[in-house]
């Protein structure tokens, strides 16, 4: 008996194209490279490390000042573009669109609930958490608040929900969906040219596609080696707390090779293996960190202060969200620092969704995404920055001017101020090291992955000696700045970065639309999907009980 074929999406045509795409790659000494992608990007990251050596100093002086007249004159455009990242994403889940299943009707998730999550979380700002989780409602509690014009415990973290909340996490939602859709849904490649193919055509394959993607690398690869820089300055300051193993260069190159070996390690395992079994480890490791703090902090402080911060942040969350500061001063330095931060980051992040969360409806999947991981952040925030409001009481203000002194000490600097016995605090200090470390490898070894989809024109899976080259390129630009420009050489990086903040706004604001005219066909392919999968089911429920010749023509 003939089955009848239910309609599938019209995607041969946009595979062969890929194809094509690919056969355009690298393919000796153990590389798959889309030539220009690489090359292109190799020169523009030679360029920048180049003048930003010869003059650390200079050049970020002069980064920080574009970047601050920027974000001065077009804090309003990112407030603006913020929200509505948020709230399209929103409308999707609870849209008909929500329905559709990445990769088609019949597809499965590839990873559990509990893997795919702690992918989420480990990838898109696990260690931020822990950088900030004291130091961020430490400032905020001691700043006026220009939103408020006053200040307090309670809108110090309801800020650093903002901060930390539902906001990044919509950026991350939609530049996620976008690439998963056009990857799973329409047989694309895995790389930021795909989302705009609605919009380009078969210009994505050219070398408009091309910039696209030269911009997503260079991005991630300065995102990733500006935060292994700093990361290996908190974990030299955890070691110095623990072992009185000084804060210096040198330290902190070593510590940057180690983490960049191990990652390296975990990307030539894959994503299924080495990348799936940290991230899990790092999410079982901040558990049992934030339970701790739970119970060795002041307990009932920090969970009154939960209870206050979510409902301040809730009651007054479009007045947080849409608040547009005049002039440049704090929201420049926080909330637009941090909407641009989100923004250049998003590349890389949504990346790495998109490539472990194939199998999902895109309700779950926005769902997961806007509430797992935020809940996450508003427990983590209100365990640690309650916990600094109380130590710092304590410590008559002790606790904040050490944080002014050195962000990368906060964390330590709280744990050491805490009244518990001493090997508690050592034991405390451990894990808090271990988890930094840990977070540390994971996003270096995602970002190497991402970095590698790029540069190969969107293929899954690549070489394992080009998985490897990436890794130790990422460490290598993070050792060259450290030890060639310091502090400074690292800062006008991570300016540079944020600063591509503004044309990744315009690229998501068209990537939304894009994403849209993609979504309204593939609903609309689902719909006759779903009645001709009806038919079929009744039509196979009133064949004959024989198997002959006349169930064949009864069915046709």
Not at 239 to 254: A, C, E, M, S, W
Not at 453 to 459: A, I, P
Request: contains cysteine.
């Amino acid at each position: 008996m003939k089955k009848i074929k239910k309609p599938i999406f019209e995607i041969n045509k946009l595979k062969h194209k890929t194809k094509k795409l690919h056969e355009r790659n690298f393919n000796k000494f153990g590389f798959d490279l889309h030539p220009s992608v690489s090359v292109v990007s190799a020169l523009l990251m030679l360029i920048f490390i180049g003048i930003t050596l010869l003059n650390p100093k200079a050049t970020n002086m002069f980064l920080m000042g574009l970047q601050e007249k920027i974000t001065g004159n077009l804090n309003w455009f990112f407030v603006l573009s913020a929200n509505i990242f948020l709230l399209f994403p929103i409308f999707l889940m609870v849209s008909k669109f929500g329905e559709i299943r990445l990769g088609g009707p019949k597809a499965k998730p590839e990873f559990s609930n509990f893997a795919w999550y702690s992918m989420l979380i480990s990838a898109g700002m696990g260690i931020g958490l822990v950088f900030f989780g004291v130091a961020e409602p430490l400032f905020h509690a001691n700043t006026i608040l220009p939103h408020t014009n006053s200040t307090s415990q309670t809108q110090a973290l309801a800020t650093s929900f903002l901060h930390w909340g539902l906001h990044p996490w919509g950026i991350y939602s939609l530049i996620s969906l976008a690439l998963a859709f056009f990857t799973y849904n329409r047989g694309l490649p895995l790389s930021l040219r795909s989302v705009f193919y609605p919009v380009l055509k078969d210009r994505v394959f050219g070398k408009i596609g091309d910039i696209i993607d030269i911009t997503a690398v260079v991005s991630c690869l300065f995102g990733l080696a500006t935060s292994l820089g700093y990361g290996a300055q908190q974990i030299n300051s955890g070691l110095n707390y623990l072992f009185n193993i000084p804060q210096n260069t040198t330290v902190q190159v070593i510590i940057i090779t180690l983490i960049t070996l191990v990652a390296t390690l975990s990307v030539v395992s894959g994503v299924g293996k080495g990348v799936k079994i940290l991230s899990e480890l790092n999410i079982k490791i901040a558990g049992i960190f934030l339970i701790v703090m739970l119970f060795l902090g002041p307990t009932l402080f920090i969970f009154r202060s939960f209870g206050n911060s979510i409902g301040y942040y809730l009651n007054h969350f479009f007045e947080l969200s849409f608040f547009s500061e005049n002039g440049n001063s704090w929201q420049g330095s926080w909330t637009i620092f941090y909407w641009t931060w989100w923004i250049s980051w998003s590349p890389f992040v949504g990346m790495f969704i998109a490539r472990v969360s194939k199998g999902r409806t895109i309700r779950e999947f926005i769902f997961a995404i806007l509430i797992i991981p935020v809940l996450l952040s508003f427990i983590w925030f209100s365990t640690f920055g309650a916990t600094a409001f109380y130590q710092n009481m304590i410590t008559g203000g002790e606790l904040l001017e050490m944080v002014k002194s050195d962000t990368s000490t906060a964390l330590f600097a709280m744990i050491q101020s805490m009244d518990i016995p001493n090997v508690v605090k050592t034991i405390v200090s451990v894990i808090g090291t271990f988890l930094v470390i840990s977070f540390f490898v994971t996003s270096s070894d995602s970002g190497s992955l991402v970095v590698d989809n790029l540069t190969s024109g969107g293929k899954l899976e690549s070489p394992i000696p080009q998985r490897i080259f990436w890794a130790l390129t990422e460490g290598a630009i993070a050792v060259s700045l450290l030890v060639s420009g310091g502090n400074e050489a690292l800062n006008a990086l991570q300016t540079g970065v944020i600063l591509s903040g503004l044309p990744f706004t315009i690229i998501l604001l068209i990537m939304m639309y894009s994403l849209y005219l993609g979504l309204k066909t593939d609903l609309h392919k689902l719909k006759e999907y779903r009645e001709e999968s009806l038919i079929f089911d009744i039509v196979t429920t009133q064949l004959p009980s024989n198997n002959d010749s006349s169930s064949e023509d009864y069915l046709k």
